[in-house]
């Protein structure tokens, strides 16, 4: 038997990017904060954490490639 999952509801969420830096013409290095307020079971409560993204150039496009939260 499973447990019933409990819901958890996102009240606030934002990121800040501290840095960017290009590796090469074809790939960038984000990282940054991302802080969140949640509420779960009637009481809410903050989370943060550190993240780091890579983003690739598709043709004219940039993608994320990676993304990597701590």
């Known amino acids: 038997m499973y447990a019933k999952p409990r819901t958890v ?3 606030k969420a934002a990121i800040h ?5 290009a590796g090469d013409p074809d790939d ?7 802080i969140m307020t949640v509420e779960r079971g009637g009481k809410s409560r903050q989370a ?3 993240y780091l993204t890579v983003w690739h150039r ?3 496009e940039w993608r994320i490639s990676h993304n990597i939260a701590f």
């Open 17 to 21: 990017s501290d840095g960017r830096v």
């Open 48 to 50: 943060s954490g550190r």
């Open 58 to 60: 598709d043709g004219k």
């Open 9 to 11: 509801k996102v009240l």
């Open 28 to 34: 960038v290095y984000e990282w940054g904060t991302a």
